[in-house]
């Protein structure tokens, strides 16, 4: 089954930090760049990351430059969102994406 699953979200208070997960089963995830989105209540889904599959160049949305960083472990088919010096405004459900295939989300709040 061709999938994307999210993990590693939780509730960490301002200032706090937490490393998303995104594993591929069913293709080889390093054919594909992968990128990082979250959509927070009331609010359209933004770009926050991602990383190309070429030259493993990545892109930040300006609002999460200098506090996260995007990688990939292609032994694992897995790529990694380090999320550090977290804001309230941060709190979102965080997807990765591939092509037109999404993963479930996985919930980040943090708390002031």
């Known amino acids: 089954q061709v999938q994307l699953v999210e993990s590693g979200g939780g509730l960490v208070q301002s200032g706090g930090s937490l490393r998303l997960s995104c594993e591929a089963s069913g293709f080889t995830l390093d054919d594909y760049g992968i990128g990082w989105f979250r959509q927070a209540p009331g609010k359209e889904r933004e770009g926050v990351s991602c990383?190309?599959?070429?030259?493993?160049?990545?892109y930040y949305a300006d609002s999460v430059k200098g506090r996260f960083t995007i990688s990939r472990d292609n032994a694992k088919n897995t790529v990694y969102l380090q999320m550090n010096s977290l804001k309230p405004e941060d709190t979102a459900v965080y997807y990765c994406?591939?092509?037109?295939?999404w993963g479930q989300g996985t919930q980040v709040t943090v708390s002031s």
């Open positions: 994406n591939a092509m037109t295939l």
């Open positions: 990383i190309s599959n070429r030259d493993g160049s990545t």
